[in-house]
């Protein structure tokens, strides 16, 4: 069986017609919804773009790869899902975006040269690539956000497109009334069609891209395909900047309760240039629109992917996984971007299609147990019908709920942010140590914890879905503050760094050094067998200098 794990940038769990937008049409996302299961309770182990992805990647909590941040390096010699599948007799391949930051100072250490096999892997986070763009190619003062190669620009220079950076020329940028450009970075550009040809734009340049790499396999594959959208910039080229407008756009999901005494880090949050420009009305009603075009390219372009595999007949054989990396407020909660721990944040969409009968009784059905980002690389493993190194991967398989079954299940989700590197960290005046936040959610009750002597967040979503009131305010709720802690800290006394030895290994060591003359603690022998002693009976040697 071939494995497809498509992964959305910044797509939001309620932007899928089949989670219940009211505007939104989402046919092949449904389509593949109806074949499967959609989780609807997945969280991210942490609401940002690269700890979120080596989670993913490595099936592990941020505490335990340590790659917090964007532009963090994951440390060389962690094993990533590609490693556990190859293991397993499938190759891994990159498709797209990975945000991944290679341990160059590790490599050295270790002499891996980049252009070897294993370095190359070891930069890439443990994938082939197939093609890699992690597609901001930002360009101010100082150079390029991302420097590098890439292969979109590439391509669009190919096809025609001057200058140096068409992507941010033609690809995120219009033209204004005076014929000048018009920057997706802008946010009153956001309703203007990019001026790039629609089958020319990022969404369907990794869409070809894709059905290359389907039609050039010959065994078993596992491939991530990795959309830089929809995530911003938010413009998008023609008709899908007109499908939408600002009728379509709903009340942001804010209460003024939020503002009166909030968290200070929250309220260091809501305080940004993001949050302050997705507090005005003119912002929302110019992104969302935007943000749904993109959502309805990136549907068009899974169409493409999902009729290659019918017509070829792969369908039958291909496992699709189809999810984000974390969610965009989009003004909700007085807040834009991600980073923060309510749903609009870190919660994602999650649907899983298993081709195999097993999961014929699940098919269009749901799922609300707690899914977390690190179980899709254990039910890869095991779809691949490997061993889950379950002393490594911290994530559970969820091919049993896949089968119909009710497995014994996590009592919380976690997820971690480290902010040391934001501009939040420096208005709060926090040491790099103290910059970090905990989410423990139990499926009703949401504690977020705070390190740096702050006090907690607390939200009950039975009562208050939309998690406007904080009931940590107020001592009425300090038993359910303490079971959350409590919660905490049996996760943050998990066994997660052991990654050399299997619990199997463990267990069929045990006993085994008495059969390697390790004797230790015997008064006369008699207490165990006699053939572990043979080595120490008998009659005494000479001594060499014969006394």
Known sequence: MNILFIMYDQLRFDYLGCAGHPHLQTPNFDRVAAMGVRFTNAYVQSPICGASRMSFYTGRYVSSHGAAFNGFPLRVGEITLADHLRAAGMDCWLIGKTHMRADARGMARLGLAPDSVIGARQAECGFDVWVRDDGLWAQGPD??????????????????????????????????????????????????????????SETPWLTSRTLDFIAAQTGPWCAHVSYIKPHWPYIVPAPYHAMYGPGHVPPATRHPAEREDPHPVYGAWMANR????????????????????????????????????????????????????????????????????HD???????????????????????CDALVESIDLAPTFVEA?????????????SLLPWLRGETPDWRACAISEFDYSPTG????????????????????????????????????????????????????????????????????????????????????????????????????????????????????????????
């Open 143 to 200: 150079g390029f956000y991302d420097p590098g190669r890439s292969p979109y620009n590439e391509y669009l220079k190919a096809q025609g497109y001057p200058g140096e950076n068409p992507w941010a020329d033609f690809a995120n940028a219009g033209v204004d009334e005076d014929g000048d450009i018009a920057s997706g970075w802008m946010f009153r550009n956001a309703d203007k069609p990019a001026n790039i040809r629609e089958e020319h």
């Open 274 to 341: 993001v949050a302050q420009a997705f507090q005005r009305d003119e912002v929302r009603e110019k992104v969302i629109p935007a943000y749904m075009g993109l959502i309805r390219q990136c549907d068009d372009q899974l169409g493409r992917i999902l009729d290659h595999l019918e017509a070829t007949g792969q369908m039958a054989d291909t496992m699709i996984v189809l999810t984000s990396d974390h969610g965009d407020y989009l003004g909700d909660h007085w807040l834009g971007e991600k980073e923060l721990f």
């Open 344 to 366: 609009p944040s870190v919660k994602i969409p999650m649907i899983v299609y298993d081709p195999r009968p097993e999961a014929d009784a699940t098919r269009g059905t749901t």
């Open 384 to 396: 691949a019908g490997g061993t889950v190194a379950d002393h490594i991967l911290e994530g559970r």
């Open 424 to 547: 939040q960290a420096v208005k709060l005046g926090l040491d790099p140590k103290d910059c970090r936040l905990f989410m423990v959610f139990d499926g009703r009750w949401k504690l977020m914890h705070a390190e740096g002597g702050f006090r907690p967040m607390l939200f009950d979503l039975a009562t208050d879905p939309e998690e406007f009131h904080d009931l940590a305010k107020g001592d009425a709720h300090a038993a359910e503050i303490d079971r959350l802690y409590g919660l905490l800290a049996d996760w943050g006394r998990r066994a997660a760094q052991r990654v050399t030895v299997s619990d199997a290994e463990i267990r069929a060591a045990r006993g085994k050094s008495l059969r390697k003359g390790i004797l230790p603690f015997l008064y006369d022998g008699s207490e165990v067998p006699d053939d572990l002693t043979a080595a120490y009976r008998g009659p005494a040697r000479p001594r060499p200098d014969g006394d």
